[in-house]
């Protein structure tokens, strides 16, 4: 019993040191790591799912289906009180070739609640991006749906990947 309460003061000890959280990250990690919840109208799903996307294969992740309204996902990069853990957010999004007929979906990207970047989404039609995230917190993306009269498309989110926070050198 004694080797065992050793064994986990010693582990302790040694998270509290390094700084340890549960996203630290050395290498990067998949942005569905992070505690993401639903925070649209749609429907924001966690289900692997091979997609065709500009006449290529994509496995994506997640998906938002913004219907004829909007969808929303938003993910806990890190905690308040820690200390930043990742540099860039990588991400591919785009909408199936196979649903020519839907309408366009904007995608808003937002960090900390201030909106960083926006894309259109059509059909067959993929994006990449990179977004600084650095200081952030919280990331959200959000699908709206361009018709309130036509149902959009679900848009498919790929290569979700937030890349850690390189330690820098000071220079003399």
Not at 56 to 70: E, I, M, N, R
Not at 110 to 127: F, L, M, Q, R, W
């Amino acid at each position: 019993m004694q080797k065992l309460n050793l064994k986990a003061a010693i582990i302790s000890i040694s998270l509290i040191t390094i700084g340890a959280s549960p996203l630290q990250a050395q290498t990067p990690v998949s942005l569905l790591q992070a505690k993401c919840v639903s925070s649209g109208l749609g429907t924001f799903r966690q289900v692997p799912v091979d997609v065709s996307v500009a006449k290529a294969v994509y496995t994506s992740p997640f998906y938002l289906g913004s219907g004829t309204v909007s969808a929303a996902v938003t993910c806990k990069i890190r905690n308040d009180d820690d200390r930043p853990l990742f540099q860039t957010l990588r991400l591919g999004v785009g909408m199936r070739d196979n649903n020519p007929n839907s309408p366009p979906v904007t995608v808003n990207f937002y960090v900390d609640g201030d909106k960083a970047e926006t894309k259109t989404i059509s059909p067959g039609n993929k994006e990449l991006l990179a977004l600084d995230v650095s200081k952030a917190t919280n990331v959200t993306i959000e699908a709206v749906c361009s018709s309130q009269s036509r149902y959009c498309d679900r848009v498919y989110f790929f290569n979700t990947i937030l890349e850690p926070l390189v330690a820098t050198t000071p220079t003399k």
